[in-house]
């Protein structure tokens, strides 16, 4: 399954560089000017949208065009940077990930190994089985009323009701699997025609009915669907909380995006969610770890304890995307007990998007040296 990327960009030098690796990952590559990107994104879906920021304006239009146009938002996209203190302002007009010029072959082929994990997971998660199913759909506040089910994913489904839904609407649908499996689902409503068909986009799904979609959708589709993206091996974990890290790597995956962590030391083994709370671009990222489950909360305080008694062990750390969206931001702020001391690393994540990447990592280091005070 080919996937397609927009390269929008006047330097010779690094549209030879990501023409190279972009087609080393399998990406078609179409090459335009600022007007002509515009068009293009009516015309046609994008994986991903590489954009030049040596003209700002032009290069912001880009983002906002390729983000109106990918339904439901999900395409990558990258910003080519000359001065690394408007990253920051590059991130806040809709960059995913932000390439420092000149750019280097080897530069070019760690971050954009990120993105394409991401367009994998992201093609994956949409990918949508066609199916024809009695369902019953409820409105927050109203009343129930049957559908019909059209198709399924892994993120959603495509419903014909009986009655139109309204965008952003929420909903609980009710529905058995061709296996019988019992699915009570909440989900917003993405997109509606006045016919009755809507798109929704699942929330608050449970961990044990995202596994059972997910094998639904494996088992239905096995020979179409893309494939799972490999983890992120190349990182080194830093600094652990009960509610986040600090991963330094050179394909660190993007601010708000989704990923699943799992931490290895001797025979202990930890798996935790996360949404990646700041992002410095070839350096490294800080993740805040899901309040999901006590479960989970306890598990990475084992781990920190088994690390903390064993001084030396290095982790080890691989990282997956799960999605470029990982959701609301309530699913990440867990109540602390009044017992727990104030988790320092958290309060930085934070508010690491007021920070440059400098006064981040000075404040990070500064942590470090306090708690290595404390401990000893």
Known sequence: MTFQSLLVCKDEQATAVLTSVLAGFGLGVQCCGYPDALCRLTEQKFDAVIVDYDDPHSAALVLQNAYQASAPHNTVTVALLGDKTKV??????????????????????????????????????????????????????????????????????????????????????????????????????????????????????????????????????????????????????????????????????????????????????????GMVRVMHPEFGMGIEFASGTAEQREQVGTFIGFLTSRPGTLPQLLITPRALAAGNDQDYRASQASDEPEDLLLGLLNRADSLSQEEFLHELRQQRSSEEVASS
Request: with cysteine.
């Open 88 to 273: 920051r302002h590059v991130f806040g007009a809709g960059a995913n990930f932000v390439l420092y010029k000149p750019i280097s072959q080897q530069q070019a082929e760690a971050s954009l190994r990120a993105a394409t994990a991401l367009m994998k997971r992201e093609r994956r998660r949409s990918f949508r089985v066609p199916v024809q199913l009695p369902v019953k759909l409820q409105v927050e506040n109203g009343a129930e009323m049957e559908g019909i089910l059209l198709d399924l994913s892994e993120d959603g489904l495509d419903v014909l009701a009986a009655q139109p839904l309204c965008p952003s609407a929420t909903i609980t649908a009710h529905f058995a699997l061709p296996d019988q499996t019992e699915m009570d689902v909440r989900g917003e409503v993405a997109w509606a025609n006045p016919n009755g068909e809507s798109g929704v986009r699942f929330i608050d799904l449970p961990e044990n009915l995202r596994q059972t979609l997910k094998a639904w959708v494996v088992a239905n589709a096995a020979e179409f669907l893309p494939e799972d993206p490999e983890p992120v091996s190349e990182c080194k974990l830093t600094d652990l909380s009960l509610g986040g890290c600090y991963v330094e790597t050179e394909s660190p995956f993007p601010e708000r995006s989704g990923i699943v962590l799992c931490l290895k030391a001797e025979d202990m083994e930890v798996q935790a969610e």
